[in-house]
């Protein structure tokens, strides 16, 4: 194949254990999800010549691979936070498309809960306060206080009610009820969310991502692999990826997300509308990323995605108008960490018609056959949006 010119698909998905495991290392998460993704794939290790992790090791990725008993010849450790790896996928589908390479693993694990519980971290691990972050550590502005503060910008300037903001734990809530693998499965309501201890005003305990220990890895290959694989192809048919700001001065509109420039790119290249998205799978550390993320994707108008996430709507359900983050997200299913990597593993499971228990179907009964996965770094910092289909 002409080098650019070479298609590329998702043949392999997994996540490795989830939820509590105490008795796990981030490398053994790493590995489990790895074996598993190539077992998927129905690949053999030695096909691997591309490799992407970031967030372990003194040298990541080289740690990792070591560790899995890869050698790849291409190589990705991009850190932007829960956009890494949409941002990663990007750039080995670009590598695979030129002829860089022929697959691509893309791995990541961690054991955030364990740790804590274990005494290994603690829960507010600061981000430190050299460079730019100097400017606001002093005044104890956390990252869920960022998140807070956007939120309440948009509520001040839209209307958005906190009633609104519940809804999407609601409806997170609901899709991980259907969801064997989901951490959290029994209903809540708005009341629920909204009575619940202040973490960060205007958010309280059920507005916020859980922590949870998980692994997950995704495999790409060029399109000549896909005939020696046991699945079905997923392609990505575009991708984008945005930085915004580290500095909150430097955010020049606290109710637009770095997902209005991925987003608008990934559907430009993938040749597709937002309107003919069949399924959606965003970051969702808090609720307000959500809504502001299904606004700035084009899903609805600025301002109105309180209206668009109301639960009495149910949009957001796997059954809903558009099914988002159908395995309950971050906020119900799992969250260790940098959580973009499970977006692109769910996705492929819901157009695969492999997703055990909450299987979004459309009206001929047929899979999924249009999905995003959007991920974002830091404070709304960073975007990756990656288009998919079958």
């Given at each position: 194949?002409?080098?650019?010119?070479?298609?590329?698909?998702?043949?392999?998905?997994?996540?490795?254990?989830?939820?509590?495991?105490?008795?796990?290392?981030?490398?053994?998460?790493?590995?489990?999800?790895?074996?598993?993704?190539?077992?998927?794939?129905?690949?053999?290790?030695?096909?691997?010549?591309?490799?992407?992790?970031?967030g372990?090791?003194?040298l990541?990725?080289?740690?990792?691979?070591?560790?899995?008993?890869?050698?790849?010849?291409?190589?990705?450790?991009?850190?932007?936070?829960?956009?890494?790896?949409?941002?990663?996928?990007?750039h080995?589908?670009?590598?695979?498309?030129?002829?860089?390479?022929?697959?691509?693993?893309?791995?990541?694990?961690?054991?955030?809960?364990?740790?804590?519980?274990?005494?290994?971290?603690?829960?507010?691990?600061?981000?430190?306060?050299?460079?730019?972050?100097?400017?606001?550590?002093?005044?104890?502005?956390?990252?869920?206080?960022?998140?807070?503060?956007?939120?309440?910008?948009?509520?001040?300037?839209?209307?958005?009610?906190?009633?609104?903001?519940?809804?999407?734990?609601?409806?997170?809530?609901?899709?991980?009820?259907?969801?064997?693998?989901?951490?959290?499965?029994?209903?809540?309501?708005?009341?629920?969310?909204?009575?619940?201890?202040?973490?960060?005003?205007?958010?309280?305990?059920?507005?916020?991502?859980?922590?949870?220990?998980?692994?997950?890895?995704?495999?790409?290959?060029a399109?000549?692999?896909?005939?020696?694989?046991?699945?079905?192809?997923?392609?990505?048919?575009?991708?984008?990826?945005?930085?915004?700001h580290?500095?909150?001065?430097?955010?020049a509109?606290?109710?637009?997300?770095?997902?209005?420039?991925?987003?608008?790119?990934?559907?430009e290249?993938?040749?597709?509308?937002?309107?003919?998205?069949?399924?959606?799978?965003?970051?969702?550390?808090?609720?307000?990323?959500?809504?502001?993320?299904?606004?700035?994707?084009?899903?609805?108008?600025?301002?109105?995605?309180?209206?668009?996430?109301?639960?009495?709507k149910?949009?957001?359900?796997?059954?809903g108008?558009?099914?988002?983050?159908t395995?309950?997200?971050?906020?119900?299913?799992?969250?260790?960490?940098?959580?973009?990597?499970?977006?692109?593993?769910?996705?492929?499971?819901?157009?695969?018609?492999?997703?055990?228990?909450?299987?979004?179907?459309?009206?001929?009964?047929?899979?999924?056959?249009?999905?995003?996965?959007?991920?974002?770094?830091?404070?709304?910092?960073?975007?990756?949006?990656?288009?998919?289909?079958?």
């Amino acid at each position: 194949m002409t080098p650019g010119k070479r298609k590329v698909a998702v043949v392999g998905v997994a996540l490795s254990d989830c939820g509590r495991v105490d008795d796990a290392t981030p490398y053994t998460l790493h590995a489990q999800a790895a074996r598993r993704a190539l077992a998927d794939a129905g690949l053999d290790r030695s096909r691997v010549d591309g490799f992407a992790s970031a967030g372990l090791g003194t040298l990541p990725p080289a740690e990792v691979a070591e560790y899995l008993g890869l050698r790849p010849a291409w190589v990705d450790s991009t850190a932007v936070g829960g956009s890494t790896w949409e941002v990663m996928a990007a750039h080995a589908a670009d590598a695979i498309a030129a002829g860089h390479a022929r697959a691509v693993l893309l791995v990541y694990g961690s054991t955030a809960r364990a740790d804590i519980k274990a005494g290994r971290r603690t829960g507010d691990l600061s981000f430190g306060a050299r460079g730019p972050l100097q400017f606001e550590v002093p005044y104890g502005h956390t990252l869920i206080a960022k998140y807070a503060m956007a939120a309440r910008r948009h509520m001040h300037q839209y209307g958005t009610t906190l009633e609104q903001l519940a809804s999407v734990a609601v409806q997170a809530r609901a899709n991980a009820a259907l969801n064997p693998e989901a951490m959290f499965r029994a209903p809540i309501t708005v009341d629920d969310v909204l009575s619940g201890p202040m973490i960060a005003d205007p958010f309280t305990k059920l507005h916020c991502c859980l922590r949870s220990d998980g692994g997950a890895a995704v495999l790409l290959v060029a399109e000549e692999y896909v005939r020696d694989c046991r699945t079905a192809p997923v392609w990505i048919l575009g991708t984008g990826e945005h930085v915004s700001h580290t500095t909150m001065s430097e955010w020049a509109d606290f109710t637009v997300s770095p997902a209005a420039v991925s987003g608008h790119l990934a559907f430009e290249r993938a040749g597709v509308r937002p309107d003919e998205i069949d399924v959606a799978e965003v970051y969702d550390a808090f609720t307000y990323m959500t809504l502001v993320t299904l606004e700035d994707l084009g899903f609805c108008a600025k301002g109105e995605g309180g209206a668009f996430v109301d639960a009495g709507k149910g949009r957001l359900l796997v059954g809903g108008e558009l099914p988002v983050n159908t395995d309950g997200g971050g906020l119900s299913a799992q969250h260790p960490g940098m959580r973009g990597l499970f977006l692109l593993v769910e996705a492929v499971r819901q157009l695969r018609g492999e997703a055990d228990g909450h299987q979004v179907r459309l009206a001929d009964g047929e899979p999924p056959r249009l999905a995003v996965a959007s991920g974002t770094g830091g404070w709304f910092c960073s975007s990756g949006t990656v288009v998919l289909g079958r």
